[in-house]
């Protein structure tokens, strides 16, 4: 967990390392998931890949940042429960009182925060892979609306 200069927190989910078979023997390169968020209601996730790990770190992270998305919030949590099914990974996040905390697991967990929700109850079911449920978990704050009363 990392701050940058313009106070965007940076948290790296997976570093993956791959391998490719060549002629001339193996090729290896490195596949990082970020999450980058400014914990007021935006938050972006990128992939960066590369031959070192700091340089895929820097083509996420400026892939999240392009593509960082706004959470609606009520007070500290979200305003309705949504359940997201997205390939194998299902996710359930669900609005908590004030006080309560976040209570996610480690992907969801790490999407949250960097969007700047303080209480939230999350399930994540399906699947244990971390990239499917950061992508599951973005989709479901995506589709998070808040209802106004006066329209």
């Known amino acids: 967990m990392t701050y940058s200069n313009d106070d965007i927190l940076e948290k790296v989910i997976r570093v993956n390392r791959v391998s490719k078979k060549t002629t001339g023997g193996n090729r290896i390169g490195f596949s990082v998931l970020i999450v980058v968020g400014d914990r007021k209601g935006r938050v972006g ?24 998305i706004s959470v609606p919030m009520v007070n500290t949590t979200i305003p309705h429960e949504v359940r997201v ?23 969801v967990r790490a999407v949250v925060e960097a969007a700047g929700i303080k209480d939230i109850v999350s ?5 244990d892979n971390k990239a499917s449920n950061v992508y599951a978990t973005l989709k479901a704050l ?3 609306r808040i209802y106004d009363k006066n329209k």
Request: net charge positive; proline share 4%; hydrophobic share 40%.
């Open 123 to 127: 399930k994540i079911l399906g699947t």
């Open 142 to 144: 995506q589709n998070l």
């Open 45 to 68: 996730v990128g992939l960066g890949k590369a031959a070192d790990v700091s340089s895929a770190v820097k083509k996420g992270s400026a892939y999240a940042r392009k593509h960082m």
């Open 85 to 107: 099914k997205k390939g194998a990974a299902k996710i359930i996040l669900k609005p908590a009182p004030g006080g309560t905390g976040i209570r996610a697991g480690g992907a």
